[in-house]
């Protein structure tokens, strides 16, 4: 017998989960993390009376910064200066996580492209065509892997 989380006899109901609240990363340095989900994938940087209360201390030392994206999922990121991946080689998965995909117009998707060119961001793949879509896979400044993704045309 296979169980699941959403059984209805064990654990949570189909439809309980609504959606993703938030994710977190941890960062090694957190200026140019910022600059990274702000300047370069334009993320909005949560400030004052957005930034949820139970940060706002964490916020006001430095220790934590938010984003929301366009869809209003919070990005945390929390400063870890000695972070360091076990791997120096970014193409080493060093997570249980494999990636963070941004969807974006595909109207706009080669433009995207062009910004993390111009800025040098680590280019891991791409840009691919797939019957899904297009994409282009990229690192952080803290070798976690992202994707910006667009549906056909």
């Known amino acids: 017998m296979t169980v699941s989380l959403f059984s209805e006899t064990i654990g949570l109901k ?3 989960l609504r959606s993703v609240h938030h994710i977190a990363l941890n960062v090694k340095n957190m200026d ?10 334009g993320l909005h940087e949560l400030t004052g009376e957005e930034i949820p209360t139970t940060l706002k201390q964490l916020v006001e030392q430095g220790k934590v910064t938010n984003f929301a994206t366009p869809d209003g999922i919070i990005l945390d990121l929390f400063w870890e200066p000695e972070l360091s991946p076990p791997d120096l080689d970014p193409q080493q998965q060093f997570t249980r996580a ?4 941004f969807d974006i117009d595909p109207n706009l998707f080669d433009q ?34 992202l994707e910006i993704r667009c549906d056909p045309i």
């Not at 494999?98 to 995909?101: E, I, S």
């Not at 961001?121 to 070798?143: A, C, E, K, L, N």
């Open 32 to 41: 140019a993390s910022r600059y990274f989900y702000s300047q370069i994938l």
């Open 112 to 145: 995207a492209v062009e910004v993390l060119k111009n800025q040098n961001v680590m280019i891991d793949h791409g840009p691919v065509t797939r019957p899904t879509g297009r994409g282009i896979y990229f690192y952080d400044p803290d070798g976690f892997l």
């Open 98 to 101: 494999n990636h963070l995909a």
């Open 14 to 16: 189909d439809g309980y």
